[in-house]
């Protein structure tokens, strides 16, 4: 068993934990009334998020009378909330045993892949031991962190779909500290027929990381863009789901599928899978559309929102040529920052 330090105490105390079980039924709750809600116009009135900790963000009374004085000023985040102070984490004497953590959404293209590497990066700054796990055919995590991953002869495919190779044969370091990669290529496109016969093929990947968790404290599952086999067999092995959305109207549906496939793997597979909680990307706080649809994920979601956001910058296309994660190629940027924000954020709700 791992003994907290005094500085882990403090600051487990003085922020409330979120409690995994309690948010996700909040979040089958909420995610069920935004489909009900799902032809209304962004913007209409629905009722907020029973969960949330922040004051309401209406600046009139229930009798719709503007308030007298004016409201005191505060600090809004991109999210529309107060901003807060999430303590620096406290650095870790002992690893493991690791955080499964699935970055999930079905819908492509929302920055699944650079959460992950980026993510990852930020999380291993702060001293947290990473393994990345590039579970999509498309190699593009591996891509990102410089890896070639056409060439490579072990992957995670063969990981998956043959007994003899073991979690050290695929295994590599990457050129930041702490923060290692079980890389993918085009291959593993043929593992969801080869696992189709399997016994206990919804496993396999849980079976694989097994012999390393003790290792990593985090390990982050980038899945690939749809809710087929091998993002199930994440969903198995998980703690937690985060899930990267952007900013659009229609992203609101797809997350009412994708919470029905968590719920279908918790009730029969994984009972302690939860829903981390949501990371708004690629947002332009400059265009009416986008701040529309954030203060609804905030309405409907709650705290689930991370308060970290991420903007949109040209940056992130350019650090995938560069092939290594932002927090390296441009450290001081507003995208690096706001990944080690959203890692502080993440140590902080998981408490590691
Ligand atoms: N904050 C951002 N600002 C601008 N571009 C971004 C941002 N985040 C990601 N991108 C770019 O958007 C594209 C898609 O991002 P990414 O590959 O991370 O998404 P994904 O969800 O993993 O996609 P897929 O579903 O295909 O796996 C990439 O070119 C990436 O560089
Ligand atoms: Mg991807």
Same mark, same amino acid.
């Given at each position: 068993?791992r003994?907290?330090?005094?500085?882990?105490?403090?600051?487990?105390?003085s922020?409330p934990?979120?409690?995994?079980?309690?948010?996700?039924?909040?979040?089958?709750?909420?995610?069920?009334?935004?489909e009900?809600?799902e032809?209304?116009?962004?913007?209409?009135?629905?009722?907020?998020?029973?969960?949330?900790?922040?004051?309401?963000?209406?600046?009139?009374?229930s009798?719709?009378?503007?308030?007298?004085?004016?409201?005191?000023?505060?600090?809004?985040?991109p999210?529309?909330?107060?901003?807060?102070?999430?303590?620096?984490?406290?650095p870790?004497?002992?690893?493991?045993?690791?955080?499964?953590?699935?970055?999930?959404?079905?819908k492509?293209?929302?920055?699944?892949?650079?959460s992950?590497?980026?993510?990852?990066?930020?999380?291993?700054?702060?001293?947290?031991?990473?393994?990345?796990?590039?579970?999509?055919?498309?190699?593009? @995590?591996?891509? !990102?962190?410089? %890896?070639?991953?056409?060439?490579l002869?072990? &992957?995670? /495919?063969?990981?998956l =779909?043959?007994? $003899?190779?073991?979690?050290?044969?695929v295994?590599?370091?990457?050129?930041v500290?702490?923060?290692?990669?079980?890389?993918?290529?085009?291959?593993?496109?043929?593992?969801?027929?080869?696992?189709?016969?399997?016994?206990?093929?919804?496993q396999?990947?849980?079976?694989?990381?097994?012999?390393?968790?003790?290792?990593?404290?985090?390990?982050?599952?980038?899945?690939?863009?749809?809710?087929?086999?091998?993002?199930?067999?994440?969903?198995?092995?998980?703690?937690?789901v985060?899930?990267?959305?952007?900013?659009?109207?229609?992203?609101?549906?797809?997350?009412?599928?994708?919470?029905?496939?968590?719920?279908?793997?918790?009730?029969?597979?994984?009972?302690? @899978?939860?829903? !981390?909680?949501? %990371?708004?990307?690629?947002?332009?706080?400059? &265009?009416? /559309?986008?701040?529309? =649809?954030?203060? $609804?994920?905030?309405?409907?979601?709650?705290?689930?929102?991370?308060?970290?956001v991420?903007?949109?910058?040209?940056?992130?296309?350019?650090?995938?040529?560069?092939?290594?994660?932002?927090?390296?190629?441009?450290?001081?940027?507003?995208?690096?920052?706001?990944?080690?924000?959203?890692?502080?954020?993440?140590?902080?709700?998981?408490?590691?």
């Amino acid at each position: 068993m791992r003994i907290r330090g005094p500085a882990e105490h403090h600051a487990r105390d003085s922020c409330p934990s979120t409690e995994p079980g309690v948010e996700a039924v909040a979040f089958v709750q909420q995610i069920s009334d935004a489909e009900k809600g799902e032809d209304r116009t962004v913007g209409t009135p629905h009722s907020p998020a029973t969960d949330t900790t922040y004051p309401a963000p209406s600046a009139s009374t229930s009798n719709g009378a503007r308030p007298l004085a004016p409201a005191p000023e505060v600090d809004l985040g991109p999210t529309g909330r107060p901003r807060r102070h999430i303590p620096e984490p406290p650095p870790l004497a002992v690893h493991g045993p690791a955080k499964i953590i699935a970055m999930c959404n079905q819908k492509g293209g929302v920055g699944k892949t650079t959460s992950t590497i980026n993510l990852g990066a930020s999380l291993a700054e702060y001293g947290r031991r990473v393994l990345l796990v590039d579970l999509d055919p498309q190699g593009a @995590l591996s891509a !990102g962190l410089g %890896v070639a991953h056409h060439d490579l002869d072990l &992957t995670v /495919h063969n990981l998956l =779909v043959e007994p $003899r190779v073991g979690i050290d044969d695929v295994l590599m370091r990457t050129r930041v500290e702490g923060l290692d990669l079980l890389p993918s290529n085009i291959d593993l496109s043929a593992a969801e027929i080869q696992l189709v016969s399997e016994v206990g093929r919804e496993q396999a990947l849980g079976r694989a990381l097994y012999p390393a968790l003790d290792r990593y404290d985090y390990v982050l599952v980038d899945c690939q863009p749809s809710l087929g086999l091998l993002t199930v067999n994440a969903l198995a092995c998980a703690d937690s789901v985060i899930i990267p959305m952007e900013c659009e109207f229609f992203s609101l549906r797809g997350l009412a599928l994708l919470n029905d496939t968590v719920a279908k793997v918790r009730d029969r597979l994984n009972p302690r @899978l939860a829903v !981390g909680g949501i %990371v708004v990307t690629m947002f332009d706080s400059r &265009t009416l /559309h986008a701040r529309e =649809v954030m203060s $609804r994920v905030v309405e409907v979601f709650g705290d689930l929102v991370y308060d970290s956001v991420v903007n949109r910058t040209v940056k992130f296309p350019e650090t995938s040529v560069a092939g290594e994660p932002i927090t390296t190629w441009a450290p001081k940027s507003g995208g690096a920052e706001s990944y080690r924000a959203l890692a502080r954020e993440v140590i902080h709700r998981s408490g590691r």
